[in-house]
């Protein structure tokens, strides 16, 4: 994956109406409160008191593909599901480094921390998760590097599981820590979601490494960064928590 590279120098406002004649008519329904300032400091989190954030603003939403948004934000208000012959074989396996550095987790082991605004904080491990209701879905998965693949997960839909740890379904935000270094964070509401599910099965069977051994959020919503693997740490919170790509200029909502 590359890292985003920043717009030239220009006058804010100039550039905020540049970027409005690019969107596309969906995006602009989406955006509808307006590409103003005070809009994109919303989305994007920056202040837009200088030219050097506003144009980190607009490298931030310009990372944003048209044709991607176009499809996550469908009318309806659920991702799209599809059949066993749809599946990608052999689904794609991606990450910030090679196949050879899949973090190699020891499920004996393994036990899942919780963190925050919870009214239980006990880890949990693996034979535990297994044992809760799970259920199957078909969904695509959409990589910003430009490609996407259809696969399916089974798992534990996250709001049973928040109800099980007794999340505090006010709380902002909630944060991943991986056993690759990696992290990203989502809204209440997408966790919220009926289609996210803690993935612990793809095709099947147990989530092989290279998916995201034990486990891995799959939000069918979102972008492919947005979906955490190898996930060892959730925290519920307040305080805005960012992400692997997301601190290098990704989108922070990257979906739905
Ligand atoms: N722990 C971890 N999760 C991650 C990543 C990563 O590098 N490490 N990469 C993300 C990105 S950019 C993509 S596209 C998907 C790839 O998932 P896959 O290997 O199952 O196709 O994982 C996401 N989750
Ligand atoms: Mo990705």
Request: proline share 5%.
């Given at each position: 994956?590359?890292?985003?590279?920043?717009?030239?120098?220009?006058?804010?406002?100039?550039?905020?109406k540049?970027?409005?004649?690019?969107?596309?008519?969906?995006?602009?329904?989406?955006?509808?409160?307006?590409?103003?300032?005070?809009?994109?400091?919303?989305?994007?989190?920056?202040d837009?008191?200088?030219?050097?954030?506003?144009?980190?603003?607009?490298?931030?939403?310009?990372?944003?593909?048209?044709?991607?948004?176009g499809?996550?934000?469908?009318?309806?208000?659920?991702?799209?599901?599809?059949?066993?012959?749809?599946?990608?074989r052999?689904?794609?396996?991606?990450?910030?480094?090679?196949?050879?550095?899949?973090?190699?987790v020891?499920?004996?082991?393994?036990?899942?921390?919780?963190?925050?605004?919870?009214?239980?904080?006990?880890?949990?491990?693996?034979?535990?998760?297994?044992?809760?209701?799970?259920?199957?879905?078909?969904?695509?998965?959409?990589?910003?590097?430009?490609?996407?693949?259809?696969?399916?997960?089974?798992?534990?839909?996250?709001?049973?599981?928040?109800?099980?740890?007794?999340?505090?379904?006010?709380?902002?935000?909630?944060?991943?820590?991986?056993?690759?270094?990696?992290?990203?964070?989502?809204?209440?509401?997408?966790?919220l979601?009926?289609?996210?599910?803690?993935?612990?099965?793809?095709?099947?069977?147990?989530?092989?490494?290279?998916?995201?051994?034990?486990?891995?959020?799959?939000?069918?919503?979102?972008?492919?960064?947005?979906?955490?693997?190898?996930?060892?740490?959730?925290?519920?919170?307040?305080?805005?928590?960012?992400?692997?790509?997301?601190?290098?200029?990704?989108?922070?909502?990257?979906?739905?």
């Amino acid at each position: 994956m590359k890292k985003p590279t920043f717009l030239s120098s220009r006058d804010a406002e100039y550039l905020v109406k540049d970027a409005e004649k690019s969107v596309n008519a969906r995006r602009r329904h989406f955006l509808k409160q307006g590409l103003t300032l005070g809009g994109i400091m919303l989305l994007t989190g920056c202040d837009l008191s200088d030219n050097a954030s506003v144009e980190t603003a607009l490298s931030r939403m310009s990372r944003f593909n048209d044709r991607v948004q176009g499809f996550l934000f469908s009318d309806r208000h659920l991702a799209p599901e599809y059949t066993e012959s749809d599946i990608t074989r052999p689904f794609p396996f991606n990450a910030f480094y090679d196949r050879d550095q899949i973090p190699q987790v020891d499920g004996r082991d393994y036990q899942l921390a919780i963190r925050g605004l919870v009214r239980d904080t006990r880890s949990w491990s693996l034979p535990e998760l297994y044992r809760m209701q799970q259920v199957n879905q078909i969904t695509r998965h959409i990589c910003v590097e430009g490609w996407s693949a259809i696969g399916r997960w089974g798992g534990i839909p996250f709001r049973h599981f928040l109800q099980a740890i007794g999340a505090d379904t006010r709380a902002k935000y909630i944060s991943f820590r991986c056993a690759d270094d990696y992290y990203t964070s989502i809204d209440m509401a997408t966790a919220l979601h009926p289609q996210t599910l803690l993935a612990l099965t793809w095709d099947n069977q147990i989530l092989p490494p290279e998916y995201g051994y034990p486990m891995k959020l799959r939000i069918p919503t979102k972008l492919g960064y947005k979906n955490p693997k190898h996930i060892q740490v959730i925290e519920i919170t307040n305080r805005f928590p960012g992400g692997y790509w997301e601190d290098q200029g990704y989108n922070w909502f990257g979906g739905s």
